[in-house]
């Protein structure tokens, strides 16, 4: 069992930049691949980043290439997602999720999910 707090939302201009951190519980964080997805009102969760148990591997949404970072420190149990130039349309809550499989762009492979963290951009 894995359980995955999210943190680091809130309201910040366009241009501007958040880290959001993911902390989980457990001591098998290490064997897991996260990933972060975001779901704006009225939209499909969409995925946006993941890496692998080990960091080798980091996968980006096209949408968020170059602007978004998202990194791992298994020491301290967190994932991070580093977001800077932000834009009106990355405005969603974003969930951090772990995967004991390794589909990364896929929801349905995450076992587990934070409760999600609110970030709105404004213009």
């Known amino acids: 069992q894995v359980q995955l707090v999210e943190s680091g939302g809130g309201l910040v201009q366009a241009g501007g930049s958040l880290r959001l951190s993911c902390a989980a519980s457990?001591?098998?964080?290490?064997?897991?691949?996260m990933g972060w997805f975001r779901q704006a009102p009225g939209k499909e969760r969409e995925f946006v980043s993941a890496i692998n148990y080990s960091t080798s591997r980091k996968y980006i949404s096209d949408s968020v290439k170059d602007r978004f970072t998202i990194s791992r420190d298994n020491a301290k149990n967190t994932v991070y997602l580093q977001m800077n130039s932000l834009k009106p349309e990355d405005t969603a809550v974003y969930y951090c999720?772990?995967?004991?499989?390794?589909?990364?762009?896929?929801?349905?492979?995450?076992?587990?999910w934070g409760q999600g963290t609110q970030v709105t951009v404004s213009s």
């Open positions: 457990g001591r098998t964080f290490s064997t897991y691949h």
């Open positions: 999720a772990a995967s004991s499989g390794f589909r990364p762009f896929e929801r349905s492979d995450y076992d587990y």
